[in-house]
């Protein structure tokens, strides 16, 4: 079946634009989550959703970075007024409610953010 | 200090050799311990996990966990190149928030 999906796989933004990146989980996982990965690091927590509803924010950097899912599939990363620090892989991951759930998450392709 | 710490290296070994990877920790509150695998230009993939301490065999790799040490390994028996690629080590506590938090990973060669 199909992973998760990413959208778009580059962007490349002038500083101070905003971005919208996308993602888009397994059918039928409850959890998604947002990680930051800069080269040659593991990825970093951004936050995590349980169907629609943000559990866990605690991981995105300032107020210029939010998230939603709002009916409980697609989300959406938004970062505003871009800045160069903001560049680096961004991943979606989700994982369903039991079993390897606990454990297991689903990693997308992840967007290739450069700010100039 | 980090929560994780995971020498990066790079680690570059013959065809056939035991390959040996870990990290060390400073939360006591993780309690499932995972190793991902991420090859070139993909995402990572769930490799092992371990609930609390011991061992656990799966094929050629084996993951322990010593939670009084707060260290974590993985042991690659009879590498192949195929396992070149970076090793993340991966945890999070109990409860019901299943947020990770990474090493930074450590790359690895396996030269045919």
């Known amino acids: 079946g199909a992973g998760v999906s990413q959208s778009p796989r580059y962007k490349v933004t002038k500083r101070g634009q905003d971005v919208a990146l996308r993602c888009d989980p397994i059918s039928g996982h409850v959890s998604l989550y947002w990680y930051r990965q800069a080269l040659g690091q593991g990825p970093e927590f951004l936050t995590y959703f349980n169907y629609e509803a943000q559990q866990d924010k605690s991981g995105l950097p300032n107020d210029r970075f939010s998230a939603e899912r709002p009916e409980g599939s697609i989300s959406t990363l938004t970062i505003q007024r871009t800045e160069q620090r903001d560049s680096a892989m961004y991943r979606c991951?989700?994982?369903?409610?039991?079993?390897?759930?606990?454990?297991?998450?689903?990693f997308g392709p992840g967007t290739r953010l450069l700010v100039l | 200090q980090k929560e994780v710490e995971q020498d990066p290296g790079p680690l570059s070994v013959p065809e056939g050799a035991i390959v040996s990877l870990n990290c060390t920790y400073s939360n006591s509150a993780f309690q499932y311990f995972m190793w991902y695998r991420q090859y070139s230009r993909k995402g990572p993939e769930l490799l092992m996990y371990t609930y609390s301490s011991g061992n656990k065999e799966d094929g050629r790799f084996t993951a322990q966990v010593d939670k009084s040490s707060k260290y974590i390994s993985l042991f690659i028996r009879d590498s192949q190149p195929s396992d070149s690629a970076t090793y993340l080590c991966a945890m999070r506590g109990g409860g019901s928030n299943y947020k990770l938090t990474f090493g930074k990973g450590t790359l690895l060669t396996v030269n045919p």
């Open positions: 991951a989700s994982s369903p409610e039991t079993g390897l759930g606990v454990v297991a998450q689903y």
